[in-house]
């Protein structure tokens, strides 16, 4: 991928849009609906796939529908807006990749922002890690759990993050910690709920029927 070279044109919280030149093809103004570094080098090795296999003559790519299909593809629970004014946004950035690439994304896209994190995690992760991205984007945390055997207790997640200086809040129900940040997000240029699956799946279910 050190070959392709790309530019992005625009950016924001609502996608991106990039240049790009591959084996002698060129795609310009393609639109992305998925935001971070990360889902442009995915689209990156998508197009590489493609215009391999168009020049090896085994699919044909009409342009028009390649770039809507590109505009239109997103993955539910990855940097996900659920909301604006402020924004709400989930994410399941459940291990170190994970919330090491919410951390870059959120710097690139709400820099110097005041957020609300709400997070739970499952006891089995490298927590440490998580949480040196975690508590790089936010110093006002509610913490919780997810529905899960395997979950890390809310009082033990709040002791490590206590211990880094920052302040929790600590609602062990998810659905009382989901109303909580909602009820005080006014005070926030954005609410961020990140860490496991299990607990980004129940968020979003929580937050589309609001």
Known sequence: MAKIKYAVTEKSIDGYKMDTNI???DYSEVEISMVGKHQVQNVLTALVTLELLRKAEIIKVERSRLYAGLKKARQNGRFEVMGKEPYVIIDGAHNEDGAAALRKTTEDLLPEKKLLFVTGMLGDKDISKILDSFTKMADDFVIT???????????????ALQERGKNCITIENPVEACKYALEHKKEYDAVMFAGSLYLIGRIRSLLKDN
């Open 145 to 159: 759990e997810p529905d899960n055997p395997r979950k890390c207790p809310a009082m033990e997640l709040t002791r």
């Open 23 to 25: 084996y002698s093809t």
